[in-house]
């Protein structure tokens, strides 16, 4: 089985450089790839176009390298939890392009399945539309939208073996698993890493040919936006 | 005249056994709390999940399992997790069978407006857009008219559109309305003690209310 294990965030990002576009997974603080976003905050690269739901927020997740102002472009559905993500935009040192959550997601699930472009109906009659392709298909119009090139995605999961499948659990899988099929190197980190053959084949949800680099992290704080219980009556 | 809670309650009467239901965020999100008893629906929150539960009991919360909202939430029997091109996958073929949402402006011809206020901070339009652009069947909730009193059912949408020709029906504080197809606010019921005249004026787009148009039964 090919080993695609690296020794942790500081070897897996190493050659991330200056101006590269990141894919990011995670749905707000979610399953977000806590460990390297610590590593590119240290490496300080700079001039990154991010590709990533959300932005995290101001003193966690993708928040952390805005802070450092390593981020030239977010691409985002939704970006309303930061304050210094707005601070930045309103100054014009961050661009910024919002694009439909579900056009964000099948646009990465489409380069992870080599399919240059879709048509979706996300947008049309909307400024999403201004400058896009229409067609319509039976009768109703849709926008053609391209498949993304990042250079890394970057994901984390639940757990992965040495051979880079990967399990994630509840909600935090998001737009993980669709992120990394899409980079062209994807990097992941895992909270437990396991030696192959230790995951069930069936139970998969990315397999290991869609990942390049594999590591344990550690320190993962997980933290929790919108914290909602209920009373025990 | 309804609450927040009042507009839920009335649109969870247009809940039917069997339906997956996407609530959005504010209002939309009350709607759970007024399904009636016997009726079965399935909720989807379109970070991955079909069949969100309640919040979780205090010190059960779940860092790992949170809605579209961000808010901890939890899984009921029945439950599963996909990816967010799967959760859109599912909303974009339909098999969602109800959206409900809020809106900033709905048009007589069914455009929604709901995600950006030119001069204001942009958040983003999350999975609005492709919600409205493919879902067969959704309900706006949202108050009648706006902070400085101005009717938020118009002629035509100012604000930047989510979605065209989209919208098929409005609940209100004040009342229900269809949106016809070949345009214009059709009053189908009022709120209790709600005159149609009240609802006249306050509603600025083309309307067709009959004098005699019913209250709304919410029990």
Known sequence: MINKVVSGADEAIKDITDGSTLMLGGFGLCGIPENCITALVKKGVGQLTCISNNAGVDDFGIGLMLQQRQVKKMISSYVGENAEFERQLLSGELEVELIPQGTLATRCMAAGYGMPAIYTPAGVGTEVAEGKEVRNFNGKDYLMEYAFDADFAIVKAWKGDTAGNLVYRFTSRNFNPVMAMAGKVTIAEVEELVEAGELDPDQVHTPGVYVHRIFQGSGYEKRIEQRTVRTKS | ?219
């Open chain 2, 1 to 219: 005249m309804l609450d927040k809670n009042g507009i839920a309650k009335r649109i969870a009467k247009e809940i039917k056994d069997g339906y997956y239901v996407n609530l959005g965020i504010g209002i939309p999100t009350l709607v759970a709390n007024y399904i009636p008893e016997g009726v079965n629906v399935v909720l989807q929150s379109e970070n991955g999940l079909l069949g969100m539960g309640p919040f979780p009991f205090e010190g059960e919360e779940d860092p790992d399992l949170i809605n579209a909202g961000k808010q901890t939430i939890t899984t009921l029997p029945g439950s599963s997790i996909f990816d967010s091109a799967m959760s859109f996958g599912m909303i974009r073929s339909q098999k969602i069978d109800l959206t409900i949402l809020g809106a900033m402006e709905v048009s007589e011809n069914g455009d929604i407006a709901n995600w950006k206020i030119p001069g204001k901070m942009v958040k983003g339009m999350g999975g609005a857009m492709d919600l409205v652009a493919s879902a067969r069947n959704i309900i706006v909730a949202m108050q009648h008219v706006n902070k400085a009193g101005e009717s938020k059912l118009l002629p035509a949408c100012t604000l930047p559109l989510t979605g065209v020709r989209c919208i098929r029906k409005i609940v209100t504080e004040l009342a229900v309305f269809d949106v016809l197809q070949e345009g214009g606010f059709k009053l189908i019921e009022r709120a209790p003690g709600v005159s149609v005249d009240y609802i006249r004026k306050a509603t600025s787009g083309k309307l067709y209310a009959d004098d005699d148009a019913p209250e709304m039964v919410l029990d």
